[in-house]
């Protein structure tokens, strides 16, 4: 059974503060991902890594960096949390692809709710 | 224009209702596509694939119309622990391995 897991699930920071959230899954996967999700906006991909010390921008990169030092680690670095920070920020990997070329399936870890006062 | 836009509900149904969602997405060139299903307060979690033939799944089936954009979820026969929300998924194009979801559509399932 895949496990994704995540340091916190919830968080609590003030503005200024750098804050890691770390996110670890046990199935060898090469792909992992950021996500945050907010009312109304559903999941939005801040980066992913498709290997070791490789990384991607998603589409909401900024006063975001990422860090992937093993397979199975992907850390999300906020370098000075702002207040429009505030969200649930999901960790993901992804499994070997499908028959007929499909994706393979994406593992969601439970999520981190991130409060920046 | 959102690239990919769901009803976000919330539908009421009875137990025992026949539900249907739609999703469009902008991109002609995504490949891949899927539901995943969200609980209050968890993690998404695959629902099915959803692939050019159909699928089904016991009581789910869902339908992908290429040349309209335009992908179905069907529930028949709901039980209350459908309830959940439900969120459509594709590829931004190719198979590049970026997935855009829709925000969501949220079904509650009434006794």
């Known amino acids: 059974d895949v496990k994704v897991t995540q340091s916190s699930r919830y968080l609590v920071k003030r503005t200024g503060e750098k804050v890691f959230l770390e996110c670890v899954q046990d199935?060898?996967?090469?792909?992992m991902f950021w996500y945050r999700q907010d009312p109304g906006l559903g999941l939005r991909l801040i980066y992913f890594?498709?290997?070791?010390?490789?990384?991607e921008k998603g589409d909401i990169p900024e006063g975001y960096s990422v860090s992937r030092e093993k397979k199975e680690r992907f850390s999300l670095i906020l370098e000075s949390a702002s207040t429009n920070q505030t969200s649930m920020y999901l960790c993901?990997?992804?499994?070997?692809?499908?028959?007929?070329?499909?994706?393979?399936?994406?593992?969601f870890g439970p999520g981190t709710r991130l409060t920046v006062t | 224009r959102k690239e990919v836009e769901q009803d976000p509900g919330p539908f009421n149904v009875p137990e025992g209702a026949t539900v249907a969602f739609n999703c469009t997405y902008s991109?002609?060139?995504?490949?891949?596509f899927f539901w995943y299903r969200q609980d209050c307060r968890k993690e998404p979690k695959l629902l099915m694939s959803?692939?050019?033939s159909g699928n089904e799944d016991g009581r789910f089936t869902a339908q992908l119309n290429r040349a309209s954009q335009y992908i179905s979820l069907l529930i028949r026969d709901s039980k209350l622990s459908d309830s959940a929300t439900y969120l459509c998924?594709?590829?931004?194009?190719?198979?590049?391995?970026?997935?855009?979801f829709g925000q969501g559509t949220t079904l509650q399932v009434k006794p």
């Open positions: 959803v692939y050019s």
């Open positions: 998924v594709v590829t931004r194009s190719g198979n590049t391995g970026k997935l855009i």
């Open positions: 199935m060898d996967h090469e792909n």
């Open positions: 993901a990997s992804r499994g070997p692809g499908l028959a007929g070329g499909s994706l393979g399936e994406q593992y």
């Open positions: 991109n002609s060139a995504s490949q891949s």
């Open positions: 890594s498709y290997d070791v010390k490789m990384k």
